[in-house]
């Protein structure tokens, strides 16, 4: 699996923005899926996870109730719907393709990554 990661940009705080990773290659649907974020000077952290079948999400405290983690197995695609957006938020998005068929929030369990995307939010 190759993924790839677009659609971050520059907005305003309390914004949206919606991220989509392409998956190239067979297996995707069999993967759990991921976002994960890395501020500048800051180690990657957990964002959203979703299992293979878009049947069991969880998301970091942190983007509760702002962000929803998706996808569409017919279309090979990821998404993150990210609204109300802080300056917090700013920071490059990744999405990874785990090595199981559930989600995690630990980065150790992905073996692919996409090349990160990256979304600044503005005060």
């Known amino acids: 699996v190759q993924l790839q990661a677009f659609g971050g940009g520059l907005v305003q705080a309390g914004g949206s923005l919606r991220l989509s990773c392409t998956a190239s290659?067979?297996?995707?649907?069999?993967?759990?899926m991921g976002w994960f974020r890395q501020a500048p000077g800051k180690e990657r952290e957990f964002v959203a996870t979703?299992?293979?079948?878009?049947?069991?999400?969880d998301v970091a405290d942190s983007v509760k109730g702002r962000f929803t983690i998706s996808r569409d197995n017919a279309k090979n695609t990821l998404y993150l719907q990210m609204n109300s957006l802080k300056p917090g938020d700013t920071a490059v998005y990744y999405c990874?393709?785990?090595?199981?068929?559930?989600?995690?929030?630990?980065?150790?369990?992905?073996?692919?990554w996409g090349q990160g995307t990256l979304v600044t939010v503005s005060s």
């Open positions: 290659g067979r297996m995707f649907s069999n993967n759990g």
């Open positions: 979703i299992n293979w079948n878009g049947g069991s999400t």
């Open positions: 990874g393709a785990s090595r199981y068929a559930y989600g995690s929030s630990q980065a150790g369990r992905y073996t692919r």
